[in-house]
């Protein structure tokens, strides 16, 4: 049985490319980037005496000015019950705080241009107890900040709606114009709207000004500080398209045919009701040049009275004839569209507003799993938290453009949010690029999990976050689900949980009734009520069985055998998968003795357990787990034993920030498929061998130079779609090994370390398939820097992430150097940071001197905004040769 979801997509928004429309100039909209020209002050103290509301951690209570009353009617556009919606009271709360003022100097402010994350720069908090620990990722994220900035209006914006749209802010954003308060935004991971209009001066400087707040212990990972996506001024006629104001939804999706609605909000800010007339064109969108093409079809156009200071929808539909659908690479094409809406009042065109979207359908079928146009497509899918590394959390497109590279290189296909919405531009990433999204809005809700995270702001909340989060993301065709929970608390409390889940499930539903929804169980059985409600079961470790075999018999917790078979018979209708699987466990290239001979086992800092407390590193022979955990053979036996579910998203792709299991004195995880770097660990291997099957390769670890372990016994894995392979050690075969059922490695657990060459070559059908060679490397004597880019834009965003290898005479990389290494930049460029992929290193990111890890280091270069001309960087380490890179900057 399966239940059905025909679907759509759908959306972004924007405008940036609207010269390339051939057909009419943009009228009526302009959206301007407000990122640059900012100062910025960060308070350890709060001096201004304002807060949002009372707190857990803030004891002078008194004499605090609490805002809230009126930052809560910047929820009313997301709030559908008219007797809920917010009053703002009289006053002017925080206009006698210097900082709001026009009249405030803030020259001696730090200069800073958005995003921005002031928390990224460290240093790091190294002691016990302190103020920010492992699980925020040691840097300093806590405190008030202030941002302010002049707008200067002309007085051609006389008349026009002038909107405030800050993408993401973290957290709790109270804006002031001209010393009034706006309004503002807690929840720092939704993107959001302020009407600065009744607060402007046309034909004059304005004075905007942004207090953040971020509390300790309000966080499981690594939030950042700061406004750290994009802000934009945007300028329409009072009369536009409502913010986020089409929803297109595609149906009947064949290669002949689809019939696409559309909803138009239309609203008037202005004193008059309006007769407004609303056309749409379709046109096909080159998403890799970003040029609209040919028009395809024209919705027919419609016309509307629009009362003053209201909303009013208008609906329309039209077929489209071989529509070129959207589907996930590597089988399918990310074929997007563009919707071009123009508003005419008195036949002038007073708005233009652009709407991508992709064209498919999704199928949740209980006993396949998802099917995309019809076509099965098993969810390959990584999670992934929002930072980027050594960059933070400030968005920057190429970084999250090669995470997402590397992650295809993979052979993976999907992406998890978790657990919170992330920057609309990635999310145009992933429609351009083919990746499906499970899109998810929160972590916790009434129930917390840090003193002060979410479930403070909850009750008042709840429904305008994930309205304005589902109306924002709603239009984009990779984003297959919505996840309105991770392992929240509120799973296990019978009917109250249950209840609130319906809740939020009905909203997703009233929002967009075109996907399913979902929310992550870690705990909840079928038998309980809260699972009922969701659309499609996803699970969190438990479909695998958590702690249920031998290695974990001893540990505390829960024992939970594999449960996918119980949820699929409880729920014949609903597709089942899996949303946090492995919670595997290492370290790049670090390897520890002797190696557990189980498939799966607790990390533990016991010999054969794979930690070393002192060192805070993990064994890399991918075997150790966090203590719910597991190996990923152990997940990929479980679900080759339940070939219903639809796949999996590892816990995690990348390393993160933040949540160092099991080495809290450490700062960022040990949890990735690819390392805080983009390095990839021992483990890419074995997922790229399941997920890409076709793809030839062999890979050996460990690494083969270890000239204290003569004679003893090194276990050699070898990772590979291959079904025999034949190891040599000098060689002299180790044994030829067949791929068992429920074997997804192989083994030679007793070899007997000699220095010299491993080699391995392997079989798939009888036929050699794919070989691997390790080396004992001699002393390190040189570098070598590889750029991911030789040619970066002057845009004041673009990057070339640089690899550095440590390299024997021979050309080898030196699997254990940990040489110091010095960067230095010539020409219009800069250094942004640099990285190893250590969870325990301390350097902060931005240090020009960094040690190798295990043989590799990472640069991260930047061109000066406007330059031209030639990038070089070199990099320096004592007894070491190195040839500089060089780069282009246009
Ligand atoms: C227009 O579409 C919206 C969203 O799908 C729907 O709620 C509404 O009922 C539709 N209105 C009409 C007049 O069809
Ligand atoms: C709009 O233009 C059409 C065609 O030129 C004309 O018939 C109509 O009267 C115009 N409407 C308005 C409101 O000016
Ligand atoms: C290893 O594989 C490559 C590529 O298929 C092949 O050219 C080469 O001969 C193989 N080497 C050995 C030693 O088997």
């Given at each position: 049985m ?12 924007i405008?940036l490319?609207?010269f390339?429309l051939?057909?009419?100039a ?8 407000l ?13 201004d005496k ?14 605090l000015?609490?805002l ?12 559908s019950?008219p ?9 002017a709360?925080?206009s006698d ?5 026009e009249?405030?100097?803030d020259?001696a ?5 958005l995003?921005?994350?002031?928390a ?9 107890n302190?103020?920010?620990?492992g ?17 200067t209006?002309t007085?051609?914006?006389k ?15 109270m ?14 991971y ?5 009407d600065?209009?009744?607060?402007l ?6 004075q ?10 309000s966080?499981r990972?690594?939030?950042?500080g ?8 945007t ?13 297109i939804?595609?149906?009947?999706v ?12 239309v ?7 309006r007769q ?5 064109d379709?046109?096909?969108f ?13 919705f ?11 909303k ?11 529509p070129q659908l959207?589907g ?17 009042a008195?036949?002038?065109t ?29 969810i390959q ?11 933070g ?13 590397i ?36 972590d ?6 840090t ?5 403070l702001?909850?009750p008042d909340w ?7 989060f ?16 991770n392992?929240?608390g ?8 249950a ?17 399913p929804?979902?929310?992550?169980i ?8 809260f699972?009922q409600?969701?659309d ?5 470790y438990?479909?695998e069985?958590i ?21 699929h018979?409880?729920f ?7 949303s ?18 189980e ?5 533990s ?9 002192g060192?805070?590193q993990?064994?890399a ?5 966090a ?21 999996e ?10 949540e160092?299991t ?6 960022s995880?040990?949890?990735g ?24 390769m ?29 190891l040599?050690?000098?060689g002299?075969?180790q044994?030829?090994?067949k791929?068992?059922a429920s074997?997804?490695r192989?083994r030679?657990?007793?070899?007997a370390?000699?220095?010299?060459e ?12 794919a ?8 002393a ?14 002057a845009?004041?965003r ?20 940990d ?7 010539n020409?219009?460029?800069e250094i942004?940071a640099?990285?190893?992929?250590d969870p325990?290193?301390m350097?902060?990111?931005p240090?020009?001197?960094?040690k ?6 990472l ?28 780069l282009?900057?246009?």
């Amino acid at each position: 049985m399966s239940s059905r979801y025909v679907l759509y997509n759908v959306c972004g928004l924007i405008l940036l490319s609207l010269f390339l429309l051939r057909d009419a100039a943009p009228v009526g909209r302009e959206r301007v980037s407000l990122n640059t020209g900012w100062r910025f002050l960060r308070a350890t103290t709060n001096t201004d005496k304002l807060i949002y509301d009372q707190r857990p951690d803030v004891s002078d209570r008194n004499d605090l000015n609490v805002l809230k009353p009126w930052i809560l009617p910047s929820a009313n556009d997301f709030i559908s019950d008219p007797a809920k919606r917010h009053q703002r009271p009289i006053g002017a709360p925080g206009s006698d705080v210097p900082f709001v003022q026009e009249t405030f100097d803030d020259s001696a402010w730090e200069a800073v241009n958005l995003p921005h994350d002031w928390a990224i720069k460290g240093p790091f908090y190294t002691e016990d107890n302190a103020v920010v620990g492992g699980g925020m990722g040691r840097l300093p994220v806590q405190g008030i900040s202030w941002y302010r900035r002049e707008l200067t209006m002309t007085s051609v914006d006389k008349g026009k709606s002038i909107y405030l749209d800050i993408d993401g802010a973290m957290s709790y954003a109270m804006v002031w114009l001209n010393g009034n308060l706006v309004g503002g935004w807690p929840y720092g991971y939704n993107s959001f709207r302020l009407d600065l209009t009744s607060y402007l001066r046309p034909g004059d400087d304005n004075q905007l000004a942004i207090r953040l707040d971020n509390p300790t212990d309000s966080s499981r990972w690594y939030p950042g500080g700061g406004i750290y996506r994009n802000v934009w001024l945007t300028k329409v006629d009072p009369t536009h398209i409502a913010q986020w104001g089409t929803f297109i939804s595609s149906k009947e999706v064949s290669a002949q045919s689809a019939t696409i609605d559309l909803v138009v909000q239309v609203e008037n800010k202005g004193p008059a009701s309006r007769q407004i007339e609303v056309a749409t064109d379709v046109h096909a969108f080159d998403s890799a040049t970003g040029r609209t093409g040919e028009k395809v079809a024209e919705f027919p156009r419609a016309t509307v009275n629009v009362p003053a200071g209201q909303k009013q929808p208008v609906n329309c539909s039209v077929t489209v004839k071989n529509p070129q659908l959207w589907g996930p690479l590597p089988t399918q094409r990310p074929n997007l569209y563009v919707a071009v809406t123009r508003l005419y009042a008195s036949n002038k065109t007073i708005d233009t507003y652009e709407t991508r979207f992709g064209i498919r359908s999704l199928t949740f079928d209980a006993g396949k799993g998802l099917l995309v146009n019809g076509k099965l497509v098993r969810i390959q899918g990584v999670n992934q938290h929002h930072d980027l590394g050594a960059l933070g959390a400030a968005f920057n497109v190429r970084a999250a453009e090669r995470q997402l590279e590397i992650l295809r290189d993979l052979g993976c296909n999907a992406i998890r949010m978790s657990h919170n919405p992330p920057a609309p531009e990635l999310l145009d990433l992933t429609d351009r690029m083919g990746f499906l999204v499970m899109d998810e809005v929160f972590d916790c809700w009434e129930r917390k999990k840090t003193a002060n995270d979410f479930h403070l702001i909850f009750p008042d909340w709840y429904e305008a976050d994930l309205r304005s989060f589902l109306r924002r993301d709603r239009n984009h065709p990779s984003v297959i689900a919505w996840s309105f929970g991770n392992e929240v608390g509120e799973q296990s409390t019978a009917e109250a949980g249950a209840a609130l889940a319906q809740k939020l499930h009905d909203i997703v539903h009233e929002e967009d009734p075109t996907r399913p929804s979902t929310a992550s169980i870690n705990s909840a059985k079928p038998d309980m009520p809260f699972p009922q409600v969701l659309d499609v079961i996803s699970l969190n470790y438990q479909g695998e069985g958590i702690r249920d075999t031998p290695p974990y018999a001893d540990l505390q917790g829960i024992k939970t055998p594999p449960q996918y078979p119980d949820f699929h018979s409880k729920f014949p209708a609903k597709m089942i998968v899996s949303s946090e699987t492995a919670a595997t466990l290492s370290t790049r290239g670090t390897y520890l003795f002797p190696v557990t001979n189980e498939v799966s086992a607790p990390a533990s800092d016991n010999a054969g357990g794979g930690g070393n407390p002192g060192l805070r590193q993990v064994s890399a022979y991918e075997l150790y787990t966090a203590p719910f955990g597991a190996s990923p053979d152990k997940v990929f036996t479980t679900q080759d034993k339940n070939p219903f579910v639809a796949g999996e998203f590892v816990w995690s792709g990348w390393d993160y920030l933040g949540e160092p299991t099991p080495y809290y004195s450490a700062r960022s995880s040990y949890f990735g498929i690819i390392d805080l770097a983009g390095f990839k660990k021992d483990r890419y291997y074995l997922y790229q061998s399941r997920w890409r099957p076709d793809l030839r390769m062999a890979h050996i670890l460990p690494h083969w130079t270890w000239p204290d372990r003569v004679g003893q016994v090194t276990p050699v894995h070898v990772f590979s779609a291959a079904d025999e392979a034949e190891l040599f050690l000098n060689g002299q075969s180790q044994g030829r090994k067949k791929k068992e059922a429920s074997n997804y490695r192989f083994r030679w657990d007793e070899v007997a370390y000699q220095p010299g060459e491993l080699h391995v070559v392997t079989y798939k059908n009888g036929r050699e398939w794919a070989n691997d060679t390790v080396r004992t490397t001699d002393a390190a004597t040189q570098l070598r820097l590889t750029a991911d880019r030789t040619a970066i834009k002057a845009d004041g965003r673009d990057l070339s992430f640089i690899t550095v290898e440590v390299l024997d005479s021979r050309g080898d990389v030196a699997p254990r150097a940990d040489n110091a290494i010095t960067f230095s930049l010539n020409g219009p460029g800069e250094i942004v940071a640099t990285d190893n992929g250590d969870p325990a290193d301390m350097a902060s990111f931005p240090s020009k001197e960094r040690k190798a890890y295990n043989g590799l280091v990472l640069v991260i270069v930047r061109a000066k905004t406007g330059a031209s001309g030639q990038i070089t960087v070199t990099a320096t380490g004592t007894g070491l040769r190195a040839a500089p890179v060089t780069l282009a900057v246009k």
